[in-house]
Structures are given as structure tokens and as C-alpha cells.
């Protein structure tokens, strides 16, 4: 490769560092090339990107940004999976294919500004996401109305069962 390609690479690199939300490691020596463009599939269709850079090109694209710690997962054939969307989707899929592929072995990560081990990327893959976040606060704000009208309509409800059950109980005596 010349130098205007690395170059070009290197910017590319930058750019798309620049607001990812989480970065994986793995190492993918003796993974089959048709596992591997599954994997890219895979990762694609979740809104990630996979790749297989140069390890010194991450490294001096890193080099002075808060990413930096990174650099010292770079040794061996690595493959780099990040998401500019979700910080868990990368950590999800890549926990996947560790565990179905034993070839491919996850080396570490990046996520809020800290380098991760494995067990932090494990840990980063069983975070709730956004979508799930969301849910959540949504269902905490509906549930006070739901419960102030469950209490509202408990009075008149409990009434018509009253009433209901005294008529049974009269059209039995009769």
C-alpha cells in the first residue's frame, strides 16, 4: 500500500472515531472466510461496521485522542468492530461469535472514554440500549396515571359488583 492510500485510510479512520459510541478488539486467526464475511453480514445489518485494519494505522490514528488506550490491543491479526449508533450491538454480536466461533477471541474494547478487558466488554454486551432505556422511563411515566385511574374507577367498579352480586342473590331466592 503507498502512502496516499494509508493516508487515505488514516483519515477514514479518524472520521469514523470521531463519534463512535464503542469500539471491540478480537483477534480472528484461523477463522474461515466465509465465517468472516457472515460476521460482516451480521454486523452490517445491525448498523456496525467490521473491519480488519492495520494495527499500526489504528495505532497512529488513536495516538493523542481519548481512544488511545486502545493501542495496546492492537497486536496480531485484529479485526475492529464499532457502532457510531449503540454502544452494546458491537460487544452483543461479537460476544455471539465468540461464543459459536472459537477462533475468533475477544481481546478488549473501548466504551465512555475506558479501555475494556473481556469481561468489560461481556459486561458492556448485557447493558440495556437505548431503545430499551426508553421503554423503561416511558412505562415509569405512565405508570402513576395508570395507577391514580385503577384507583378512581375502583370505588363505582366494586359498587356494580355489589350490586350485581345482591341480584343473584335475590333472583335465587326467588
Keep these: ?5 494509508k493516508a487515505e485510510i488514516l483519515g477514514d479512520i479518524k472520521e469514523e472515531f470521531a463519534n463512535v459510541q464503542s469500539v471491540i478488539v478480537a483477534h480472528y486467526a484461523g477463522v474461515t472466510v466465509p465465517t468472516v464475511t457472515a460476521m460482516r453480514d451480521d ?3 445491525a448498523g ?3 473491519r480488519v485494519i492495520k494495527n499500526t494505522l489504528v495505532k497512529i490514528a488513536v495516538k493523542g485522542s481519548p481512544m ?3 493501542a495496546e490491543l492492537m497486536k496480531g491479526p ?9 454502544a452494546q450491538e458491537p460487544a452483543k454480536l ?4 465468540a461464543k459459536d466461533e472459537p477462533k475468533f477471541v475477544i481481546q478488549g474494547g473501548f466504551f465512555d472514554g475506558k479501555a475494556l478487558d473481556a469481561k468489560g466488554v461481556d459486561a458492556l454486551s448485557k447493558m ?3 431503545n430499551e432505556l426508553r421503554a423503561s422511563l416511558l412505562m415509569t411515566f405512565l405508570a402513576a396515571p395508570q395507577d391514580f385511574v385503577r384507583q378512581i374507577i375502583a370505588g363505582p367498579q366494586n359498587f356494580a359488583y355489589l350490586l350485581d352480586a345482591r341480584k343473584r342473590q335475590l333472583e335465587g331466592q326467588s
Design 1 to 5: 500500500m503507498d502512502r496516499a492510500g
Design 43 to 45: 454486523f452490517r445489518k
Design 48 to 50: 456496525c461496521h467490521y
Design 68 to 70: 488511545e488506550p486502545l
Design 78 to 86: 485484529t479485526a475492529i468492530m464499532w457502532s457510531n449508533e449503540s
Design 94 to 97: 461479537a460476544l455471539k461469535w
Design 128 to 130: 440495556p440500549g437505548k
